[in-house]
Each structure stands twice: as C-alpha cells, then as structure tokens.
C-alpha cells in the first residue's frame, strides 16, 4: 500500500499558475522524503525557471537576482526542471495514491 503526500494547496497554486502563465511556463519541481515512506520522493514545491527577458533590463535583472537566490536555497534538495504541466500531472498522481499523511 503505497503514501501519498497531501498536496492540495500546491495543486491549487499549480493549476492559477497554468491558467495564468501557460503550460509551457518552466518550473524546478522540489523533492523531499518523509520518514513514512523514505524510499520515495515527492514534490513539495516549486520555483520559476530562469526569468525570460521581455524589454526591461533593469526588471529582468532584478528578476535573475531573486532567480539565483531562490537557485541557492534549493541546491542540496533534490530538484529537477519541467514545464508546469508535467509538474501539475506529477501532483496529480501523487495525490491519487491511497494513505495520504
């Protein structure tokens, strides 16, 4: 019988994110372990991708600054780049699993 992480708060972010941005909106899905089930990881949260330059250079940079920072707070978890849509079907299945703690 298989755990599930509740995740119905990060779903909810995930899916305004979706409508607002588009599906093609990059992400870092961030992992962690529970000590219930310690063989699997689950995502818990998420960040933008790298900011994309639209026009203003002081905007963008600013918007990279925070990039790298968030970059440096997540870089001893386990993370992985993907579109907001692969990261809303992955808190989908998750959330499917039985035994939720």
């Not at 992992?31 to 089930?37: H, K, L, V």
């Amino acid at each position: 019988m298989g755990l599930s992480y509740d995740n119905e708060e990060l779903l909810e972010e995930v899916k305004q994110d979706l409508v607002e941005f588009g599906s093609n909106l990059q992400v870092i899905a961030i992992y962690s372990i529970f000590p219930e089930d310690p063989d699997k990881y689950y995502v818990t949260d998420y960040i933008w991708g790298e900011p994309v330059y639209d026009s203003d250079m002081d905007i963008y940079e600013e918007e990279m600054k925070l990039h790298e920072q968030e970059l440096e707070t997540i870089k001893y978890t386990k993370n992985e780049k993907m579109t907001i849509k692969k990261l809303l079907d992955i808190l989908q299945k998750q959330s499917q699993i039985s035994n939720h703690f």
